[in-house]
């Protein structure tokens, strides 16, 4: 089975000198279609600098990140990759239906079929009400759902989400966990959860273990899969 992403020796530092900040080690690990991974560890561990290299938004100062089933890095998004950040992420000039409909305009879908869409994603989500409601006028929980929506809109191969739950009480915490799960059980796609909540990782096949910037794909446990 050909990896969906591929990290060879990948490590990345931020600043030079003296005040370099090593972000993470040098790190090998494969992300296969169908893989359901939690990435653990405290804040400041280096997981969302290992997932913004799996989407390809960030490059390694060392080793190559590579995506031998989908392509360049261009060709990465709109569509095979789907990413939800850890903080807000949603253009505050468009409505919430606008915000979750705009990766598949960019990927050349017509207008009518990528508002439909939005609009399922968002019911999916328990937010069919808030379409037209601008980003700051949702709470920030409502905001996360919404990017779990724009996320997942396009049916990527890839999803990667940095902490998702971490702005929700548990009730939608869930809900956006059940949201992934069956979104990447329906469409083959393989999820990354970058989480330090056991409840998220408690989901999820496989766990890797990550701490000080070193990843460990060996530390994997079973995990309690509904």
């Known amino acids: 089975m050909t ?19 090593v972000a993470l080690q040098p790190t090998s690990c494969e992300v296969f279609p169908g893989a359901r991974i939690a990435v653990m560890g405290p804040s400041g561990s280096g997981k969302s ?4 290299l799996m989407a390809g938004l960030d490059e390694p100062t060392l080793g190559s990140v590579e995506w031998p089933a989908i392509g360049g890095r261009d060709d990465l998004r709109p569509g095979p990759v789907g990413t939800v950040f850890q903080g807000p992420s949603l253009l505050p000039p468009l409505t919430v239906a606008e915000n979750v409909a705009l990766p598949l305009l960019l990927a050349g879908r017509d207008e009518r079929s990528a508002a439909q869409a939005a609009r399922d994603g968002l019911e999916r989500l328990g937010l069919a009400g808030l379409g037209d409601k601008l980003p700051d006028e949702i709470s920030g929980g409502q905001a996360q759902r919404v990017a779990v929506a724009r996320a997942l ?3 990527p191969v890839l999803v990667l989400a940095d902490e998702p739950t971490g702005q929700l009480d548990h009730p939608n915490a869930s809900a956006v966990v059940d949201v992934l799960l069956e979104t990447a059980s329906h469409t083959g796609a393989a999820l990354v959860v ?9 989901r999820l096949a ?9 990843l460990d794909v060996h530390a994997r446990e079973g995990a309690s899969v509904p």
């Open 194 to 202: 970058a989480t330090h909540d056991p409840a998220v990782s408690d």
């Open 153 to 155: 809109v396009g049916d």
């Open 49 to 52: 600098t290992l997932l913004h």
């Open 3 to 21: 990896p969906l992403v591929r990290c060879d020796g990948a490590a990345r530092t931020f600043g030079s000198g003296q005040g370099a900040t």
């Open 206 to 214: 496989e766990r890797w273990g990550m701490r000080d910037g070193q």
